[in-house]
């Protein structure tokens, strides 16, 4: 290890970032109303987005000053996906603010539409989906021939402004009213999912294959890395809850938290969260320092988090018994946040096999 | 009378200073350790006279590189890591000065041995259950029991101890804390051969053995805080090691991986994937901690690394055991030996498997560290106990 340690830690700056953030989300979300939400016709909060978006500024923490953004970084934007996967938030925040803005940062900046499209999803006015399959992960990216087709799964593109969408003649983006989205019936209520019908769309070339290729690996690899701390917002909310309610909680005469059977479970979930955190951390590190490591941090963090998340989810309703089998109790909401986050922007598995690429353990020939 | 706390660069003068006066290649190394001891650069952080300066924790390493550098000769922390890890620091607190000036020195310059008589056959996780009983006689106390699972006893100069001394308290209170001379009449170690086929521990019997009151640590009867102070360091211990990638146990079966394609399997190469990260995950974490500690903002994250370590030693050695197929059927050698080290990585992947078990058992079993973690980080409710305020000698046993 050549490089200087990562900075594990959180920095005053971003503990501040953190309770404006909470105290906004506390305020503005209605946890129990989701599901509601998620069946109607508006399954995002706009006002919600307006609020931690544009009126906060914290859409463009990933874009430079000059280019119309707050110029933070990564760490700041992970700080934001944590307390946004605490309160299973519906707004388009990983999906434009961390995927599709770091594609177009992967791209000449300089150019006016670039740097145009940037600014505009860096002040929250408009917000921009990378058109592909939500389950992409850096390694799994394929190009489409062109401007054809349908584009399965793609999260938030329904709501999106703007599409971007990586081919095999190169990068385009397209104007969500050129091309035909159909809302589809997600896993998880709370992040929404379109199908994207290409066919006949007029969109701008903004880069040749090659740069839009490693524009979109570029945009991926951001998302799984900083969708690890999201995991680990889920997580957390999922342990404080879980033991908030066995330490209340009374069956045989004693709170059911007293049990060892169940201590023992939350004692290793407490495990598994803390350890999350280091992993979510160094990648948001890595991701936020350019380091050459930025992709072994991502592919562990994201094979570890994911996998704590859905452990998580399903322990607190698990542990919540009955009441966490209902519709009422918002526990479902994190079970479906986490367990379709795990096959989100690449499995467990495909982050493990580029563990095995990166650090030299091929499989059997 | 406080002066000002010695930095980097006092501190870095001081080792040249030493160096200077004992160079190391013209010096015998017990020499040149009393030579540094005496210059207060052994543990800075210790008090002036008692091999330190008062200066900062953190500031240890800048001596250890400088020494290091000048090829100095080091105390063997391994072989001393019981007086180093759990005496010192509790005669360090509890001691009076004489007991300080007595056994410091020889302590950390590697002269004396210590070893810790605390388990008992009946008193394991539930350490305040223990029965040996010091008796109080004039000026002596006199001891007698048995006590178990000594790491060096075989070795040592001197034990830690913890003994009765108030049958009808409850078990908590009626205990008090003693250091126990190993070469007294009535001391009695036997090796206890463990699942290795090693006897790394022994079994203690100590029949009449008489304690001087003056090497009683800490007031009649208040043995369990003392040995709070003992048992929070042995766990800092086990748990807070920094580690480089690859530097646990992973680091010899992802070698032998890379060394041996034809041991390759679909289903070995995903668990080993799935093990690597967990190893890395858990490396970070301790570096976590770590930080925090440097940034003064201790995390309780260190009562659980021990766990993830006990886990990932059993699980990684025993997936190396079976990458080896064939050769995972044999064993080095099943001659009893008495190790003064345990050596993890000099020895083969069935040695690393057996001893590994261990991990969830030495300095508290992972069940109850779990407890631990649940009652006091996570703030669940503590199981009923029924023993607290009973006599100890009215329990059942």
């Known amino acids: ?36 939400r998620a069946e109607s016709d508006t399954p995002y909060d706009p006002r919600l987005w307006q609020a931690l978006g544009a009126e906060m500024g914290l859409a463009g923490l990933l874009v430079p000053e000059k280019l119309g953004g707050q110029g933070a970084g990564h760490r700041e934007a992970a700080v934001v996906l944590e307390e946004i996967g605490r309160s299973v938030a519906p707004v388009p925040y990983l999906t434009s603010s961390v995927v599709a803005t770091e594609t177009l940062l992967g791209l000449d900046t300089a150019t006016g539409e670039v740097a145009a499209l940037l600014g505009e999803l860096a002040s929250g006015r ?79 070339l903004l880069a040749d294959v090659d740069t839009g290729r ?98 998580a989810a399903e322990e607190c309703v698990q542990l919540h018994g009955g009441i966490g089998m209902t519709w009422e109790h918002p526990a479902h909401l994190y079970l479906k946040r986490a367990k379709s986050a795990q096959s989100a922007l690449g499995s467990a598995g495909e982050h493990r096999a580029s563990v095995a690429e990166i650090v030299g353990l091929p499989g059997p020939a | 009378m406080s002066e000002q706390q010695p930095d980097a660069d006092e501190l870095r003068a001081r080792t040249q200073e030493l160096l200077a006066a004992h160079p190391p290649a013209a010096t015998e190394a017990i020499d040149f350790l009393k030579a540094r001891f005496d210059a207060g650069l052994a543990w800075v952080h210790y008090p002036v006279g008692l091999g330190g300066l008062g200066a900062p924790r953190s500031l240890q390493p800048v001596v250890d590189a400088e020494l290091a550098a000048a090829g100095a000769p080091d105390n063997d922390p391994r072989r001393i890591g019981i007086g180093l890890g759990m005496a010192a620091p509790t005669v360090l607190k509890y001691g009076t000065d004489e007991q300080k000036r007595r056994f410091l020195r020889p302590l950390w310059v590697g002269e ?59 078990k908590h209170q009626g205990i008090t804390y003693f250091i126990c001379d190993m070469t007294d009449p009535g001391v009695e170690v036997r090796p206890l ?22 090497h009683r640590l800490g007031a009649v009867g208040e043995g369990w805080k003392v040995a709070q102070t003992t048992l929070m360091n042995e766990r ?4 807070g090691m920094r580690l480089p990638r690859e530097g646990g146990m992973i680091g010899p079966v992802a070698r032998t991986w890379r060394e041996r394609p034809e041991l390759r399997t679909h289903d070995l190469h995903q668990r080993l994937l799935t093990l690597w990260v967990e190893a890395e995950v858990a490396r970070l974490t301790g570096e976590r901690l770590r930080q925090q500690l440097v940034a003064g903002q201790p995390g309780p994250e260190g009562s659980g690394m021990k766990l993830a370590f006990a886990r990932l030693n059993q699980e990684i050695s025993g997936l190396e055991v079976e990458l080896l197929g064939q050769e995972g059927l044999l064993y080095s050698d099943w001659t009893m030996r008495r190790p003064v080290l345990v050596d993890f990585t000099g020895r083969d992947a069935g040695y690393r498997y057996l001893r590994s078990k261990g991990n969830s058992i ?36």
């Open chain 1, 1 to 36: 290890m050549t490089e200087t340690a990562p900075d594990l830690l959180y920095s005053e700056a971003e503990e501040d970032l953190r309770a404006a953030v909470r105290s906004l989300l506390a305020d503005r979300t209605d946890t129990p109303s989701a599901p509601a």
């Open chain 1, 126 to 204: 408009r917000t921009a989906a990378l058109a592909v399959p939500f389950s992409y992960g850096p390694d799994s990216l394929r190009l489409r021939g062109g401007l054809d087709g349908i584009v399965r799964t793609v999260a938030d593109a329904a709501t999106a402004d703007v599409l971007l969408v990586p081919t095999g003649q190169g990068l385009y983006a397209v104007e969500a009213g050129e091309a035909a989205s159909t809302a589809l019936t997600p896993l998880d209520l709370t992040r929404p999912l379109a199908d994207v019908a290409l066919d006949g769309a007029r969109g701008t």
């Open chain 1, 214 to 311: 490693a524009a979109a690996r570029r945009g991926l690899l951001a998302g799984a890395g900083l969708l690890a701390s999201e995991q680990l917002g889920v997580a957390e909310w999922c342990l404080t809850e879980t033991v908030a309610y066995t330490r209340d909680r009374k069956q045989f005469n004693r709170p059911v938290g007293s049990f060892q059977a169940l201590k023992h479970r939350m004692a290793q979930l407490w495990l598994e969260v803390v350890s999350a955190r280091a992993a979510a951390r160094n990648a948001a590190d890595a991701l936020a320092t350019g380091s050459q490591e930025a992709p072994l941090a991502v592919a562990v963090a994201q094979a570890y988090c994911s996998r704590v998340a859905v452990h």
């Open chain 2, 112 to 170: 004396e041995v210590w070893c810790q008589l605390f388990s008992e056959p009946g008193a394991g996780s539930d350490l305040a259950a223990l029965g040996t009983r010091a008796v109080r006689d004039g000026d002596h106390w006199v001891v007698t029991g048995q006590k178990v699972w000594t790491s060096s006893a075989h070795l040592a100069r001197w034990a830690i101890l913890i003994a009765r001394t108030d049958v009808d308290l409850p």
């Open chain 2, 193 to 214: 051969r463990q699942i290795t086929g090693e006897a790394e521990f022994n079994e203690v019997f100590l029949t009449g053995v008489r304690i001087p009151d003056a």
């Open chain 2, 236 to 239: 800092v211990s086990i748990g």
């Open chain 2, 362 to 397: 030495e300095g508290g079993t992972s069940e109850v560290l779990l407890n631990i973690v649940a009652e006091r980080v996570l703030g669940l409710p503590a199981e009923p106990r029924n023993d607290k305020d009973v006599a100890w000698k009215d329990l059942a046993r």
